[in-house]
C-alpha cells in the first residue's frame, strides 16, 4: 500500500485524521463528506495515493472499479435508489484534495447539468 504523508485522505486512511467511515475493505475507503451538498455525501477513495482517477486507471483496473462497487453497495444500504458519482479532476472543476475520489450523491433530486 503506498500513502503520501502527506495527503489529507492518506491520513484518514490511516487514522491519523478522524472521519466517519462508513465502508472500508482492502481497496476502498468511504467516508461522509464534511461539508455535504446532499442528504447522502458520500467520498469513495482507493487505498493508495495518487491523484486523479486516471492515474488510478492506470495503475489498477481492479481497485477503480471497486470504487463503484462499494457505492452501489453503500447506495443500497443508505436506501438509495438513484445516485451520482462524480471525480473532479483539476482545480478548475473544483477537485480541491489530489488523492483520487468519487462523490456519491444521492437522497434528492439531482438537476442536469450540474454547475
Ligand atoms: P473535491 O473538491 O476535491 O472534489 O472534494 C473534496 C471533498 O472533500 C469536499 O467535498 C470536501 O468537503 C471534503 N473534505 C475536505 N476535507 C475533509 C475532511 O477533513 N474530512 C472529510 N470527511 N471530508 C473532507
Ligand atoms: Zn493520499
Known sequence: MSLDSNCLFCKIIIGDIPAEI????EK??????????????????????????????SISSEM?????????????????????????????AGQSVFHAHMHLLGGRGLAWPPG
Open 28 to 57: 476502498v475507503v468511504a467516508f461522509k463528506d464534511i461539508n455535504p451538498q446532499a442528504p447522502v455525501h458520500i467520498l469513495f477513495i482507493p487505498t493508495i495515493h495518487t491523484p486523479t482517477i486516471a492515474g488510478l486507471a
Open 64 to 92: 477503480t472499479a471497486a470504487l463503484f462497487l462499494a457505492a452501489a453497495e453503500v447506495a443500497t444500504a443508505h436506501g438509495v435508489e438513484d445516485y451520482r458519482t462524480v471525480f473532479n479532476t483539476g482545480e478548475g
Open 22 to 25: 462508513i465502508f472500508r475493505n
